[in-house]
């Protein structure tokens, strides 16, 4: 069975922008909008103090699914640098895995930080090869991503899954490929998100581009993000060259049903393939834009009419 959550980015805390949204308010709304788990956001946002945050989930039946952790994967020294930080927020997520029913514990959802690199976020939605790692760089992400994982699954027993991202060092298709190709299978997945993937692809988007992703590295993903993206924003954003983040305040990332993300095809895939964990809606504001919880429930009523 496929159950649904939500995050805080929906409600406009996303990598480091505060949406002004208390987090109980944000919890209740996400409860009263038909979710059943979250995921833990920016460190600091949701409470953390183990207790504290197990109240939290627990007065209001939630779980948790997993916690972000952006992390300038291609420097060198990167894992030591940030140790006690990593190892904050995989203690932090494994302090609460008996929390409900999950089914499994949280994941470490492990991502590139894109203030390290401003030219990757000038250029989001149209990077070409010109704008990737060179080959020494890729096989150093890739081994900061694995010590990444080694360290929280032994100090932790959490799993890590790696986000592709626009904005970031792995963001198209052949940048995921390599990105698989250099990590080892079970130390390092993939979160799979429907809209990056779609921005990401650079344009080809034909309204399957998603699905078809997700087939390709169905071996690798066991967690998936359901996020749509505008087609006429990402082609305007890519036709005008907006950076990423003007690309996300003008709604490259809309409603879910309002832009080119083939959801039906994407579940009918899931659902053919037997998956048996979670989506989580991440419909990614910042702040000033729209009404969260309205924008929940419209993307919760759209799942439901897809029988989530």
């Known amino acids: 069975m496929i159950r649904v959550a939500n995050a805080p980015c929906s409600w406009g805390t996303i990598e480091g922008f505060g949406g002004g949204v ?51 994967l291609g420097r060198e020294g990167i894992v030591r640098e940030r140790r006690e930080r990593l190892l904050q927020v995989a203690r932090l997520l494994a302090s609460v895995a ?9 994941w470490f959802i492990l991502a590139d930080d894109a203030s390290a690199e401003p030219a ?51 963001e198209t298709p052949d940048e995921i490929d390599a990105f698989l190709d250099a990590t080892e299978p079970g130390l390092v997945d993939l979160v799979f998100d429907t809209g990056h993937a779609t921005y990401g ?45 003007r690309a996300v305040g003008e709604g490259v990332f809309c409603e879910l049903g309002q832009g080119s993300v083939d959801f039906a095809g994407v579940l009918e895939f899931l659902r053919d393939r037997g998956y048996d964990d979670w989506v989580t809606v991440e419909q990614d504001v910042l702040p000033g834009m729209g009404t969260p919880k309205a924008s929940a429930a419209r993307n919760r009523a759209m799942l439901r009419s897809l029988g989530l």
Do not use: Q
Not at 121 to 146: H, Y
Not at 210 to 238: G, M, N, Q
């Open 120 to 170: 990757r976020a000038a250029r989001a939605g149209r990077i070409t090869v010109e704008d990737g790692l060179d080959v020494a760089s890729r096989r150093r992400f890739a081994a900061n991503a694995e010590e990444v994982a080694r360290l929280v699954r032994d100090e932790t027993g959490l799993r890590t899954l790696y986000h592709h991202h626009c904005a970031h060092h792995v």
């Open 98 to 106: 008996d929390v409900g029913s999950a089914g499994r514990p949280p």
């Open 22 to 72: 208390p987090y109980a308010v944000m919890l209740d709304e996400l409860v009263e909008t038909g979710y059943e788990g979250t995921e833990l956001g920016d460190l600091g946002y949701l409470p953390d103090e183990p207790d504290a945050l197990r109240a939290a989930l627990s007065s209001r039946d939630l779980v948790m699914l997993g916690g972000f952790e952006a992390v300038p």
């Open 201 to 245: 692809s650079g344009g080809a988007d034909d309204g399957s581009t998603a699905t078809e992703l997700l087939a390709r590295w169905s071996e690798r993903i066991p967690y998936v993000h359901f996020k749509d993206c505008h087609a006429e924003v990402a082609a305007r954003a890519r036709r005008e060259g907006w950076e990423y983040r």
